[in-house]
Every structure is written in C-alpha cells, then in structure tokens.
C-alpha cells in the first residue's frame, strides 16, 4: 500500500514535534501549519540533490519565517542531506547543526540565513534575479545550464515588515517570473489574531505590485497547491504569491492559537497531536515507508548528473563563456586585478588630483567593472551622487536581463537583502551606493550579510558633517562605529585615491561585508613614500625622527588635516607621526610587532581626528591621549564653514596636540 | 483686482527658486512641483496660527519629502510665522533659521524633522492617532477641545521606502480618517523617470491598505485640489491619499526632469522661470497684495481664541479632565512619581527575588502605567516576552479609540516613526519593545527621536547572547554600542530591580530617547548598600578597603558576576572594586571629581564585562585594562551553556582580573 501524501507532510509535524519537545525551546505552529505545503513543494516540484547542497543548478528554498526552522530540518533528514536524525535530536543545542533558526553555511541545504523577518523574501529577490540574468548571459541554444526557481515560504511577519513592500515592488518591476512565494496565511501572530494589527488585502497589495496572486486556497490540500504551484510556475513573466490558507499548529489542541507559536506542546500536547496525526508515540521515529517516499537522493543525484552531462558539452561548445560561467559560480576573481589598480595607482600618484573619494571610487569601479562581469552595482536613487554607475554600466532591462547595474529606488533595506540574495545565490559580486547617514535604513541587511560572510560591498558616500548644507539629518556622526562593530563587517575609509584603490581590491578579496566610507568633499592626493603598507589598515604615513612625541591617527577626510598639523608641529619642535588608519579591522589583525611598529606602546600621546563619534578611538588612544571627533548631531551650512564650527582644521589638530603634551 | 490663486502658489515658487539660488544649494523641483498643493491646502483649510506654532489644536503638517524644506520655509514666511525674508535669503547657512531639511525646534512652524524618506508619513500616523486618542477621552458635549487634522505631503520616495508601508498599514487598521496624504505623483526621482524602478498601482496599494483614494487629480488644478481634500475630509473613517499628477520643477525648463531635483536651477533657468511666472525679476521680492492674500495671522488668531474660550469654558465645567488635559498637553509629568518608584524600590529591597530586568521592567511598567495617563504602550508582535503590556494596558479599539496599548504588529521602524510622532505631538509618553537584536530594523527612528529630543522609551528584551536558543540572527553585540553613539540618546542597562525602576523614571525626566537593555534570563538583586548613587549613571556597587587594586565595571547581566568574582579575589588578598554602570551617559555627565572617585586616575587595572561588542569598554579601561565581552556573533544552545562557552563565568571574571594585575 502505498504512503498518503498526508502521512508524508505528518512525519514533519511529528519531527518538528519530537525535536521542540526535547530541545524545551523552539516554534512548533509554523512547521505543523506549513508541512502540507511544504510536501506539495519538496516532494513535488523542488529540483534538488541532497547529495550536494551546493549544486548550482538548484532550486533555491528560503524560509524567510525562519523560526519554522524545524519544517527545513526535518525536509532536510528526510530528502537525504546530511542532517542526521541526531542532529535534529541536538536541535538548539551548542555545536549542533541545527540552530534555531536557519544558518547558511553551517547546515548543508540552507539556501540562506533567515529569522529576522522580511529579510528572507527581499533576499530571496535577490536569489531570483541572479538566475535571470545568469540564464541571460550564458544560456545558449540547446545549453540551458541556468534555470531553476526561487522559491520562497513566509507569513504574516514577513509581509509585516517594510522590507517586503521595498522588494516585492521591485520583484513586479524586474519580472521575476521564477519567484514563487508561498504565503502561509494563518492568522495568528505572536500577540494573536491579526485581525487587530493586520487588516490589509494582500492579494490586493501583490496585484499592485504587478504580481500574479493565486488563491485563497486551502493550505492543507494537497491537489489544491500542487495546482497552484502549476498555475505559479506557469506564468513566466510575473512573481507569484499563493495565498494559502492554513491553521497554525494544524493537528494539535493549540490548533489557531498564539499558544504554539514560540513555546513547546508541552508533553500532553505533543503526545495527543502525534496520535491525532496518526505517528506513531515514539520519538524521532518515522517507518521506513515514509522514509522512502521521501527519499530524494536518487531522483537529486541524476538531475545533477544530467546537469553536469549538459555543463560538459557546453564546456566543448562554448569554451570561454564556460570558463567564465565556471570561475564566477566559484567565486573566484579574475586574473589580473592586481595590475588594475596597481596601474590605477601609478597614475594617482602622478596626477596628485584633489578629489573626493567618493570621485576617486567611481575612478577606480570605472577600471574595475569592465574587467569583472560578475560585478553587479546599483544605487537607492543616488547614482550620480555617490558615483556607482560607470561609464560601462548598463542598466538592467528587465524584458531581457542584460545589464550590470540596478535601479534600486528608494530602497536601502531590499537593497542590502537583494545583494545578500545574490551574493549567496553566486555568480555575482554586489555592489551599491547611498548617503552613509542612510545605512541605518540597511543596517540589519548588512548585519545579516557579516553573519553569512556574503562578499557585498557598500558604497557609503557623504561620509561626515561634510555633506554640508543638507543639515543633520543626511550627516553621519554615529555610522562608522555603528559599522564597524559588526562582527565580521569591514569598514575602509581612505584618504585619498591609492588608499581607496587598496580598499576596493580588499572588499573584492573579503569574504564578508565591506563598507566603504567616502568622502562628498574634495581630498588632496597624499605623498606616502614609495610603498605604503596601506593594505594593512594602518600604517606610518607621515613619520618623525626617532620616538614620536605624539602620534595622530586619523582617517579619509581627517588625513590631510593630521599631515599639514604634523608640518606646523615639526616646525615647533614637536615630533609628530601621522598614522593613517584607513581600516581599524584590517590594522587589528596584524601581528602585535607590526602594530607595535605603527603604535607603540611606550607613546601613549596620541591624538584620533575622525569626523565621527569619538568613543570608538579610545581602544587606540586610551586614556591619556585625546579624541577630535564629533559628538553632537551637524548642522545646515555650507561644509567648510562646519569644518571651521566644528573644530576640523589643522590649527585646531595642532591646539589639541599641544594641549595633550602638556597633561 | 483680487489676487489670483496661481499668483499665490507662484509666490512660493519665487522665494524657493531664489533661495536656492542664493544658496546655491538645495532642491527646486519639489517646491515648484508642489505649490499649487500647497496654495489649496495652507489658504484654504489648514487651520494655525502663525503667532504660535505650538497652538495644541492646530491642523499639524509634515513635509515627509523633506528636501521641498524651501516650499515650507516660504508658506511659513508668506502665513505670517516669525521666519523673515532674511531668514529665507540664510537657506543653509550656519546659524540661520532655514537648515537644508526642515527641523523641529529649530524653525517655528515645523511640526516634525523631516527628510529621511518615509519617516515623515510614518510619523504623522502616530499624530493622527494621539489627535483622535485625546479626542476620544478629553471631548466632552459641547467641548470638542481636541479637533484636528493631520495633513502630509508626500513623493515617490517616500512611498518606496519600507516604512510607508508599515505606517500606512496601520493607519488603515486604525480607521484614522482625519488623516490626510497628498501624494506628490511627478514621475521623477533622482535617478530619473521612475518607470525603471517604481511600478506598482499606488492607488491600488492604498485601498489594499484600506485607505480612501482620492485621484489621480491634476496637482496644479486648485479647484481640483479643493474638490479632492473636501472628498478627504468627508470621509471620517477611513484616512486618504490624494494623488496628484504635477510636474517637477514646475514652471521652469528643466520641469519634468530629475536635473531640477536637488541642484539650483543656475542663474538663467531661474531667471526664465520667474519670468514664465509671472514673478518680479528682483530676488526676494512679493508683491504687498499676494503678502495680503497669504497672511494668516489675522485668521489664526481668531482661531486660537476661540479654541483658548472654549478651552477655559471647559476648565469650568470639567474641571478635573482639564487639569490633566492641560498637564499632559505641557508634557508634565503627574505628582508622586518619586514615591511610586521608591515604594517599588523598597519592596524590591524586601524581596530580594531573582528575575529577568524584562520581567522588572514589566513590574515596574505595572505601577507606572495606571499612575500616567499619557502613557501609551505596545510592541512589534512580542508583547508578552518584553513585558510591555502590564494589567492596566488596554488594546487601542479604533472604532472607539480607547486604550493605553498599540499592537504595532512586526513593524519595527513604524514603531519608532509613529512613537516619534505620538510624542511631537504632544500629550502623549511612547514607550514600546521589541528584542534587542531588532532595534537594527528601527535605527534610524531611535535617530530621528534624538535629533528632535522626543521623549519616547524603547524596551528593548533579550539583551545578549543569553536569548540562549534562538540563535545568533537573535542575539545582539554591537546593538548597544549602536545605540550609545546616537547623539542624544541614552541607553541604561539595569543589573536588577532597583536599577530598573531607577531607569524607567529617568526615562520619563529625559527630553529624548531611551533604550532599555533588558535580559531574558533571571539576574539576582544585589546588594548594594543603603543609598546606591545609582541615579548617576556608574557608582561604586560594591567596595575594597583603600586603593582598590583592580575595578569591575559591569552593567546589566554581568554586574552579579563582577560581585561574585570580587569576592573571589578578596580572598586571594586582591581588593576588587565593582562599580555598576548602567548608563554610560548620564555618568558621563557628572562631574570629573565624582567620575575620579569612581574610577581614580591611578587605578588602571580595570577590567570592564558587558556581554557585547568590547570596543565600547575601552574609553573606560584604556590601553592598560581589558575587556571580556563578545567580539563575533552568538551561537544557538541554552543560555547557560552559551554562559560558559563565552567565558561569562565568575571564574573567566577571575582569571582576566589576575591576568591583568600580572600584566
């Protein structure tokens, strides 16, 4: 006899179920409410091989409710990845595979980190559109070697979150055709029945969007998703939302309720939801019928060979556009880049331009883009202001997917989730512009970015108080350090053109998050000497003779005020060293000699002169050296009369310093 | 002969192109784009009075595209307010009255800081909703005291960005017809013509939302205009968006193109336009009938006195109401709030029960939430886990608009805006949580909130790695030192609930925002000797005899562990000072001789323990003390596990404290 597609999706809930209870910790409504879409999905339509989670050929799933992580879990052991039944008994628990909520890179088939609401579907965006525009580029008659789905399960707090207006919008104008969300319309959130926070008609919402909407169907019918996941897929030319209509905790007493959503059955519960599924009491324990019916190892392993068998040929056909197609699905860079901006340099150095380096990036990307294809850039509405678009970027048609550079409108938070989704989908390597200020508008999207190690790179220009005339509310004062004490998140700001040279090539080598903090304001060329050490974040780069008497660090713009001060200071009989610390990350994870050889440890007069929140220079100047920074919130005038009102002069460097070394 | 209504809208269109111009800096587009809007709604409905911008019943206005700042800047000069032709001719100039984007305090007449795409519509939602809130419980029969409108202005920006639709949602779900938007529809943003990137069916959007949608009209067209905010007004319960076809840079040759978005016209464009217009050539100058059609003062007077009698006529007749209308309306706070809190103290004394500071934070809400009328609470979807919703909290009903409590639903950044605007509106103590990690989607609320010094109190839960289970997407660590860099914002961090009670009333006393980090797990009280100067920010918690050889700083769910591991040392014949400092602010604002009995200059074995980001500390411990806190993401397991494998042991707290006195 064969097994029902019922008992299939029930061995998830008795998984979800089993694993909650002995973790005590954990969200069962979710995984019991969404297993039936899930089996249509996975047992039915998902193009995978859990013999290699890294296929890229793949469909892409995103949990985007990631606390239903257990449904992933448990899809995850019974298609055959290696998740074992162990690993789920270890649910929740320290250093095993599975966390309480998706992690990508620590368990095998998780497209994505999800759990923070709203970021999985905006990423997932992201993901659908990589797929579009690498099938554009390198599909050939008879070669389609990119073309898989993206699909996407969420619920209500995800369509909650701002986030998902920002990029469901451009999902509508960008076509995404293979974007299929599963919405998992149940109801209830964490405070209850939404009817009191959440009254809006999605599929009227999703309409305007441009977005197919199917349904009101029943989530727990199977015929009724497997044939809106046909009718889905079936329109190529538009996203599609399928509204299913479930019932959180769908077998258990708490069926409906708030109850299950974040807190275990509870041990009378979890045994009479189990019965009533018709799982056997046993925990963990699901018959080996189930388990084939499940079983997507076999099914995987020849979708992939058939794949790999089609890579080949292409490989013989198309030689170099297979190369290509190669090398960027691995993420490596192309040779070469060294010389780029090593040339790049050579000529900075030689015209000694005053620009900012908000200029200087645009110089450098204009050299950078058309020698990386898998650089995709884009801007929320300030191309020209913060120089991301080249001369050789062309925009995204979304009718054909040609183009390297993005539109992103006024979208800082999709923007940062769309480049996570396609830097975590591979192929590309993202890059976009905003005012530094606005980053805030972003922050958890390159939070999560730092937490996946997703090589992004922001492009933060208008960097300080220097924006000027736009007043407080568009000057960061709080940004940098707000970014720079992110775990694993990279922030360079560089003085001028060769430092900013230096900062594009290590964004493009970091596995992770780079911010780079430029400049609206022009900064003249700096003379360094022959080889500065600038690719060690901070280096000597105006040095005295012998021990300093006082060393001043600074960064990007503050630079030059530290150079000209250390010239009057010099004059005065004060040996001064400037440091130019472009990347505190980089500079902290040098060896302890060479940071002793910038900073050493017996100079503690020091001076940090950064347009910013000064409390982040006391890990470098301690207690006895003395911070110019900022704050206070800026204000409306013309940049260099604040310059002036704010103390960021090279007489006022030099006030300071001789005040320090007469504590 | 009457002056016509074009004449008038051109008025505004003169000053802000030669304000521009002047400045050379700033954006025309929207102004001129706008004006006739601005003609229809300031001529002839919105009610104010110019000689008293903080009239408490006027109509509020909120440019949420805040870079037409010169359209408001001129209607307040043409109404009447105190912002002069001089004012106007300093547009972003140090100093002046006219920063770059409107702000509140700065510029009688704005009723909010705008600029920051979205925030502005987000924010005059929670204006609508304290207006009708007030309405519900201070309107009597015959006193219809609090009675107006909110009126926004809005572009496409402000509607690409996530928060509008988290605001407009809400605004829907909470029927506030009073709440007016007129959306400028111009077809341009910065990056150009917005077909490339803003598609969706606004219209649409909005009656999903359950909004009134008014147009489109043609935004030049005042009878339309008039017509449209009528149809507005008429509709009581549901709130509207007009949607109004204009032209950007209206008027000039560069109408209809982004270039007229943020740059001046340049001198020969602004001189044909003027001339187009109708305008005198001469800068600056309008004609004395056109001053007369504009002048409001006259009207607003007359408006305010009315209000003023009705208002003292209502003193009389509900005498008890007015008192606490008026009080709340002065943003003063109720008599007996020391009491409150020092009953609480002494029974926490009394008690000495180990309990999350959420669960705290919780107890103490209970006492303060019925003893403050003003005080309006909620949460993003996770009201029983940050304990914001206490036995006297009561659901706002907006078919009533009774209550004390708002379910924001998973709406972070809303939450904030609204907040922001309950309390700019005045009458009105915000207060709302979410977890601690989440405060990222919220940023730049907390920011703004800071910049206009609002008080508004966030409970921000499950403090550090210590969420235990869910996992590092939910643990914070570089949270706090975000929150701690926003100017103007103060941060406390309770280690039992005698700090906690000590922060929520120094939360209510400060004119800005505060963050509460609250743990999820159960923290001891402690003992801190009979008057703790726990008001100060930092005290001695606990003390050696003489010099101490090493200082414990600590704050929230560390503090206990300083104590114990102090202790330890003390046995060891080490003296080992344990301060407490659970807000670095307002320590930092104490005198330096308190500070150095704190923390004498002499004492540099200092050893600081926040489970967070350890760049923070070091202002504190310098070059020569050390930190134990967490420099890289949190992992999934029980807390307690987490506890150990961090190194958040009294025994870690031991061995780093030796470790540095052999340094």
């Excluded at 013999?51 to 050929?57: K, L």
Aim: hydrophobic share 40%; aromatic share 8%.
């Amino acid at each position: 006899m064969s097994v029902t597609r019922s008992q299939c999706a029930n061995a998830i809930r008795a998984l979800a179920i089993d694993a909650i209870e002995k973790a005590k910790s954990g969200h069962p409504g979710a995984p019991l409410g969404m297993a039936d879409m899930a089996e249509a999905l996975w047992r039915h339509n998902l193009k995978h091989n859990p013999a290699n989670p890294d296929w890229f050929n793949r469909d892409r799933f995103v949990l985007s409710n990631g606390h239903a992580s257990m449904l992933l879990y448990s899809l995850l052991h019974l298609t055959g990845y290696a998740v074992s039944l162990e690993d789920l008994q270890n649910f929740r628990q320290w250093g095993s595979l599975t966390p309480g909520h998706p992690e990508h890179g620590h368990t095998p088939g998780v497209d994505i980190t999800t759990g923070p609401l709203g970021s999985g579907i905006a990423s997932a965006v992201g993901m659908a559109l990589a797929e579009r525009m690498l099938a554009e580029k390198y599909n050939k008659p008879g070669y389609t070697i990119v073309d898989h789905m993206t699909y996407v399960f969420l619920g209500d707090g995800c369509l909650m979150e701002g986030v998902s207006h920002e990029a469901c919008s451009l999902a509508g104008v960008w076509k995404l055709g293979k974007l299929i969300a599963l919405y998992d319309d149940n109801g209830i959130s964490i405070d209850g029945k939404i009817d009191g926070w959440f009254t809006e008609d999605v599929a009227k919402r999703f309409e305007a969007y441009g977005w197919q909407v199917i349904g009101r169907i029943d989530g727990h019918d199977a015929e009724a998703l497997d044939k809106a996941i046909a009718e889905a897929k079936a329109d190529t030319t538009r996203p599609s939302i399928i509204i299913c209509k479930t019932h959180i905790g769908f077998g258990s007493a708490l069926a409906d309720s708030e109850k299950c959503h974040g807190a275990p059955l509870g041990p009378d519960n979890a045994k009479a939801a189990k019965e009533a599924l018709g799982m056997p009491a046993e925990p963990f324990c699901i018959a080996e019928d189930v388990r084939n019916a499940w079983d997507a190892r076999e099914a995987g392993a020849a979708a992939e060979a058939a794949w790999n068998a089609l890579l080949e040929a292409y490989k013989q056909e198309h030689p170099g556009l297979a190369k290509e197609f190669v090398r960027r699905i691995n993420g490596i860079l192309p040779v070469g880049l060294d010389t780029v901006i090593s040339n790049f340099i050579t000529k900075a150095r030689d015209a000694k331009e005053k620009l900012a380096t908000r200029v200087t990036s645009k110089n450098v990307l204009s050299e950078l883009v058309p020698a990386i294809p898998e650089l995709i850039g884009g801007s929320a509405d300030l191309s020209g202001s913060v120089g991301t678009k080249t001369a050789s970027s062309v925009i995204m048609n979304p009718e054909t997917y040609e183009g390297n550079y993005l539109c992103y409108g006024v979208r800082e938070f999709a923007m940062g989730c769309i480049m996570n989704g396609l830097a975590v989908h591979g192929g590309f390597i993202p890059y976009a512009g905003t005012f530094m200020v606005f980053s805030d508008y972003a922050k958890h999207a390159i939070r999560l970015a730092a937490l996946m190690k997703l090589r992004v790179c922001w492009v933060l220009t208008h960097d300080s108080y220097a924006v000027g005339e736009d007043g407080p509310t568009h000057q960061p004062i709080e940004q940098l350090n707000m970014l720079r004490s992110i775990p694993d998140c990279v922030v360079w700001r560089p003085c001028d053109s060769e430092e900013c040279a230096h900062a594009w090539l290590a964004a493009l080598r970091t596995q992770g998050p780079t911010c780079l903090s430029l400049s609206r304001q022009g900064l003249p060329f700096l003379d360094k000497g022959r080889e500065p050490a600038i690719e060690k974040g901070g280096y000597i780069l105006r040095d005295c003779q012998g021990t300093p008497d006082i060393i001043l660090l600074a960064t990007g713009s503050e630079v030059a005020l530290c150079v000209e001060a250390a010239a009057t200071l010099e004059a005065q009989g004060v040996k001064a060293r400037v440091v130019s610390m472009p990347c505190c990350e980089v500079f902290d994870a040098q060896d302890e000699e060479y940071k002793k050889s910038v900073l050493p440890c017996e100079v503690r007069a020091r001076l940090a002169v950064e347009a910013a929140w000064t409390g982040y220079w006391h890990r470098y100047v301690g207690l006895d050296g003395d911070v110019l920074g900022l704050d206070h919130f800026g204000a409306s005038a013309p940049g260099g009369e604040l310059a002036k009102q704010f103390g960021f002069t090279a007489d006022n460097v030099v006030a300071k310093a001789l005040a320090l070394l007469k504590k």
